[in-house]
T-cell receptor
Framework: ETGVTQSPTHLIKTRGQQVTLRCSSQSGHNTVSWYQQALGQGPQFIFQYYREEENGRGNFPPRFSGLQFPNYSSELNVNALELDDSALYLC????????????FGPGTRLTVL | AQSVTQLGSHVSVSEGALVLLRCNYSSSVPPYLFWYVQYPNQGLQLLLKYTTGATLVKGINGFEAEFKKSETSFHLTKPSAHMSDAAEYFCAVSGNQAGTALIFGKGTTLSVSS
């Protein structure tokens, strides 16, 4: 069984640029959630996708957007990058009947200069 | 609304000593509760979860936690710390349905000395 994978591992961007992060969910999981973890903080919920539709959103501005594909993989897009967007971005997948047990990928470390 | 408070941002214990990491939650619905561990430069690994039923739950690596509704607590314990337990620990709460967001605490760093 393949776990959750994310790419790239690390990324450096400058203010104002756009970035796309990718996530492959665990086999059999149809729900993907994205979290932002700033240095020294707990993860914060960005949004969730279920069957290619956004299924909940945290307190993040519209320049954070996402997609889910028919194979349940997902993308997180961030436009007009700001310095405060520097963080570890975590993707988690879960399946039906899993009591909301979410399996996390290793994350993408984004640095905005 | 839901929230999690982890008391103590840093806990230090000696190898072989009891580990106690505190977590209090707030939830307007019956919660699901989770403990995750994060090693440096890695993602989160689930240690254990409470959903329904028995309030004392056992997880991986010898950890356990007890759900106490009256105290709105879900403290994590391990009878005997090992050097490999040194990591960041996060408590999280969600609603009692699949597909709801996890709300995390700020984390507790556990240090283990020999």
């Amino acid at each position: 069984e393949t776990g959750v994978t994310q790419s790239p591992t690390h990324l450096i961007k400058t203010r104002g640029q756009q970035v796309t992060l990718r996530c492959s969910s665990q086999s059999g999981h149809n729900t993907v959630s994205w979290y932002q973890q700033a240095l020294g903080q707990g993860p914060q919920f960005i949004f969730q996708y279920y069957r290619e539709e956004e299924n909940g959103r945290g307190n993040f501005p519209p320049r954070f957007s996402g997609l889910q594909f028919p194979n349940y993989s997902s993308e997180l897009n961030v436009n007009a990058l700001e310095l405060d967007d520097s963080a570890l971005y975590l993707c988690a997948s879960s399946g039906l009947g899993s009591y909301n047990e979410q399996f996390f990928g290793p994350g993408t470390r984004l640095t905005v200069l | 609304a839901q929230s999690v408070t982890q008391l103590g941002s840093h806990v230090s214990v000696s190898e072989g000593a009891l580990v106690l990491l505190r977590c209090n939650y707030s939830s307007s619905v019956p919660p699901y509760l989770f403990w995750y561990v994060q090693y440096p430069n890695q993602g989160l690994q689930l240690l254990l979860k409470y959903t329904t039923g028995a309030t004392l739950v056992k997880g991986i690596n010898g950890f356990e936690a007890e759900f106490k509704k009256s105290e709105t607590s879900f403290h994590l314990t391990k009878p005997s710390a090992h050097m490999s337990d040194a990591a960041e620990y996060f408590c999280a709460v969600s609603g009692n349905q699949a597909g709801t967001a996890l709300i995390f605490g700020k984390g507790t760093t556990l240090s283990v000395s020999s």
